[in-house]
């Protein structure tokens, strides 16, 4: 099976199973598993940040993270198709009692005009206190459901800086920083600066069984720890899972780009199908969102044949490219969707 479903698909490689059984570990829940707290100084090194825990999703990071930073009845921004918002059930209310505010803009980006705009102005002679406050902004880079596109770094500090002016806390979601890192050269603590936490996985590119982190300065992370800790999240002898996550790190980081072009050359293979409709422009990283009339017929006659994606809608289907798919497995994959995308 050409598994194309998601990049958390991937599983560990013989060598990183060497060095998951041979890590040295303790009780993270006392913070001294040695190779946890190597990950965590290795990933807060990487982002540029005082500090990083280790946890055990990308989602669970997140929540994490909109804790430390709101209050109970706070709004946060975000983008509409945001992993927070559409993602992770409905948990910024569940766990955090916040609002979400969503702001459109293409490909998963928005302008720090639309953010100022999004920021309530009441009139003097209105009470403040009639208006939630507004105390984060999130955004995603790369971002999920626009295809795994990434933020101009221009854009991006417009935002951060109109997010200090406006005194609201700044998140961010990369959970595929590092594709973001590999397509354009950009390094991470470069993304990460400006930014008071951010969270990072590396159970997806970097093809770890397990894990994300959050990282950010020492008062939020200790904080971050405090919540984990509330959220079920406390680990113990999680050295095992850390070894995994730093064996992607220093094996699998450089190799993100050969994914990246496995998935630019599927998208254009099946570009010219009848019956398939596809935004190369979106095509950025390793993500292929493209569009058929009967998605969920095309996603099944492929099943059949060996290549599993995702329908996420009556015409809308996923390909996500990895380190366990290869350049000649991506083209085949390209020609069944052609095949039966044209049937």
């Not at 946060?76 to 916040?98: F, K, Q, T, Y």
């Not at 984990?228 to 995994?244: E, N, W």
Request: with cysteine; hydrophobic share 45%; proline share 4%.
């Amino acid at each position: 099976m050409i598994d194309l479903r998601s990049d958390t698909v991937t599983r560990p490689s013989q060598a990183m199973r060497k060095a998951i059984a041979e890590a040295a570990v303790g009780d993270d829940v006392y913070h001294d598993d040695p190779t946890v707290n190597e990950l965590e100084r290795t990933v807060a090194d990487l982002l540029g940040k005082e500090d990083a825990v280790f946890v055990a999703t990308g989602t669970m990071s997140n929540q994490i993270a909109l804790r430390v930073h709101t209050e109970p009845g706070d709004t946060v921004i975000v983008h509409a198709a945001a992993h927070i918002r559409r993602h992770e059930l409905g948990g910024a209310a569940h766990n955090s009692g916040v609002t979400l505010e969503p702001i459109d803009g293409p490909y998963g980006a928005f302008t720090a005009e639309q953010l100022t705009e999004a920021i309530p102005e009441p009139h003097p002679a209105l009470p403040s206190h009639l208006f939630d406050p507004v105390t984060l902004v999130c955004l995603e880079n790369t971002h999920n459901d626009a295809g795994g596109t990434i933020w101009d770094i221009g854009e991006m500090q417009r935002v951060l800086d109109a997010a200090s002016s406006l005194g609201l806390k700044k998140h961010l979601d990369g959970a595929r920083l590092w594709n973001a890192t590999a397509a354009t050269g950009i390094a991470p603590d470069v993304y990460a600066s400006g930014f008071d936490t951010v969270n990072v996985c590396f159970s997806k590119g970097l093809g770890a069984p397990v894990g994300s982190a959050l990282a950010g300065s020492r008062e939020d992370i200790a904080r971050a720890r405090r919540f984990k800790q509330i959220f079920g999240g406390g680990f113990r002898q999680a050295g095992l899972l850390a070894a995994g996550a730093l064996y992607g790190l220093e094996h699998h980081f450089e190799r993100l780009a050969q994914d990246h072009a496995n998935a630019y050359q599927f998208a254009v293979a099946i570009a010219d199908s009848r019956g398939v409709t596809v935004d190369l422009d979106s095509v950025q990283t390793n993500i292929v969102y493209f569009a058929t009339p009967h998605a969920g017929a095309l996603v099944d006659a492929c099943h059949e044949a060996g290549v599993a994606m995702l329908a996420l809608g009556p015409t809308t289907v996923r390909a996500v490219f990895h380190l366990d798919v290869s350049a000649g497995e991506a083209r085949r994959a390209a020609e069944h969707v052609q095949r039966f995308a044209s049937a």
